[in-house]
């Protein structure tokens, strides 16, 4: 397995294994309430967070069945893509769950090959999967940091999970 590939993987299982310990520490209540200046409450960052990690794998996939494909639109790799929003925090948890195992099984499928490849993605660029996979890696921690923000800002963040933005463990040992 590549490094980048290594590295992502690690970073994508201790991320959603954090949100996933998280989600199992709060009320169903709590997943319900947004920022109080709005937008997306927790059950819906956490329906993003599992669509966008599912069309990327599905994406791959599509490299690896499509020699000539070289082009996603947004939708393709779950940009505002919103499904079934988890009624309990419990449901919630299983979602991450679910995707954290799913992400740790398919990320090591990016063969260099795959890793090599161009692809563009409507209004965000061109660039090699070597050089998506930290963006998509990074869109997970960034929707943990979301998770994170709108639960402390209605006092419901226990301290235990309060991590520096971005924050990706591999600082730590």
């Known amino acids: 397995m590549s490094d980048i590939v290594e ?25 319900h309430v947004a920022d109080p200046g709005g937008g997306w409450t927790g059950a819906t960052v956490v329906s993003h967070m599992t669509l966008a990690g599912l069309l ?33 925090a419990a449901e919630a948890a299983d979602k991450i769950a679910s995707l954290r195992r799913t992400m740790v099984t398919t990320l090591p499928m990016h063969t260099e090959e795959i890793l090599a490849r161009s692809v563009e993605i409507t209004t965000l660029g061109r660039m090699t999967v070597a050089e998506w996979l930290p963006i998509v890696v990074g ?26 933005e971005g924050y990706t463990g591999e600082d730590a040992a």
């Open 7 to 31: 590295t992502q993987t690690r970073i994508a299982d201790r991320t959603l294994t954090a949100v996933e310990e998280l989600l199992r520490s709060i009320d169903d209540g709590d997943l």
């Open 56 to 88: 990327w794998v599905a994406d791959i996939a599509r490299l690896q069945a499509d020699p000539e494909l070289d082009f996603f639109y947004r939708e393709e790799i779950g940009h505002d893509t919103i499904g079934a929003i988890p009624p309990t």
């Open 139 to 164: 869109h997970v921690v960034h929707h943990r940091d979301q998770l994170h923000a709108v639960l402390k800002s209605r006092g419901k963040l226990p301290e235990r999970f309060e991590v520096p």
